[in-house]
């Protein structure tokens, strides 16, 4: 499966790949120095990835999980075999992966534990040659969901808190309308201008979302 490349900026190039029974993004995000970084490894990213790594010649360094759902973890231990790719989640959606084992069996998907290499709190920030991943905790969708954001590049990897046009279900187990909302105005806080890469749907940016999605306007009075 060919990606589809979203940014070229500073070096640095952001690749989408649409993958598994639920249509997950999965981006990757490599630089000139030879590094990459995958955020969130859907079921059958593993693939689409791994030709790309080689194809553009670049060590995938970290895999960035979102949350602990199915959707978008179910690969990282095939990736972390064929790649040597630490993963890294926040704590908070530890709890969340034995329900994602019963889910992925729902789906006719074989569930591979992930190993998870650095648990994150939130509010940490990641290295990666001349950019820094900061992480945020934006639980409500799940407990432990988490953006990233790179400031460099202005781009949000959001996983399933905010998409274009509407927000992160909580009915899920661990879900919290209350949490969601907290975390949606911490979002944003961040420059109009951010562009928002989701887990689900096509990307946005975050000021046209503070106008036109109906859940953000009612967040800021509007």
Known sequence: MNGQVLMEKSGWKIIKYVVGPLRTNTYLLLGGGGEAVLVDPAPGASGAVSRSVGMYGVRLKLVLVTHGHFDHILDA????????????????????????????????????????????????????????????????????????????????????????????????????SEDLAKSLKKLLELPEDTLILPGHGPETTLGSEARSNPYLIKLLGR
């Open 77 to 176: 231990r095939s990736l972390r075999e064929l790649t040597g790719a630490r993963t890294l989640m926040h704590r908070g959606d530890l709890t969340i992966l034995d329900t994602s084992r019963a889910v992925a069996s729902y789906f006719g998907l074989e569930w591979r534990e992930p190993v998870i290499d650095t648990l994150l709190n939130g509010g940490e920030e990641i290295p990666l040659q001349d950019l820094r991943i900061k992480v945020l905790h934006t639980p409500g969708h799940t407990p432990g969901s988490a953006c990233y954001y790179v400031q460099e590049l202005a781009v949000l990897f959001t996983g399933d808190t905010l998409f274009r046009g509407t927000v992160g279900r909580t009915d899920f187990p661990g879900g919290s």
